[in-house]
């Protein structure tokens, strides 16, 4: 199912993207849309009628010195009289134009960092080699195999559930499943 007003699910830094925006009630002829998006910073958005719809467009120069990272994005028209109505809001994601990236470049969230330094440390520890491990500038030491495990299955959870959230900007189905018994 697209997203409300066709927006896109990211961004990506220095690059400038525009999309028409539309909506099945309001319409450019008689509405005018306002378009905001905000994270880490404000993002300028500028908004002209295109057909029934408008045309949202956001200036790569606006992006180009901001971090990736999560921005929320709400829509509302304003009729002739001044009236505001909202009819959406979302999030997406400012990515990076990896065309651009002259450092070492890792792609993975937090937590997926934590959870891979974890099953390294897992690994080390089954071999007898250490007890204690510094992972993203925090050093935890370990009692256990056991200590070690329910860590890693705390930060498969929060994995999961950034999955989860990924592949619903993206559109895709969610992996969890609902289950509903009756009774008579």
Request: glycine share 8%.
């Amino acid at each position: 199912m697209p997203m409300p007003l066709n927006v896109p699910k990211t961004l990506t830094v220095g690059i400038s993207t525009n999309w028409v925006a539309d909506h099945p009630i309001y319409t450019s002829s008689d509405y005018n849309l306002v378009f905001n998006l905000a994270g880490a910073e404000q993002i300028p958005a500028t908004t002209t009628p295109e057909g029934d719809g408008w045309l949202v467009e956001i200036d790569g120069s606006d992006t180009i010195d901001l971090d990736p990272a999560p921005y929320y994005w709400s829509a509302r028209v304003i009729d002739n009289n001044g009236i505001g109505r909202s009819i959406g809001a979302g999030n997406l994601t400012l990515v990076a134009d990896l065309a651009t990236v002259d450092t070492p470049y890792d792609g993975r969230s937090q937590a997926q960092k934590i959870l891979d330094g974890l099953y390294d440390a897992f690994r080390k520890m089954s071999a007898g080699a250490i007890s204690s491990y510094g992972i993203e500038g925090r050093n935890v030491t370990y009692h256990s195999l056991a200590d070690l495990t329910t860590a890693i299955e705390y930060w498969k959870r929060q994995v999961k559930i950034e999955q989860a959230e990924q592949n619903a900007l993206q559109g895709k189905p969610s992996q969890r499943t609902a289950r509903v018994s009756f009774s008579l």
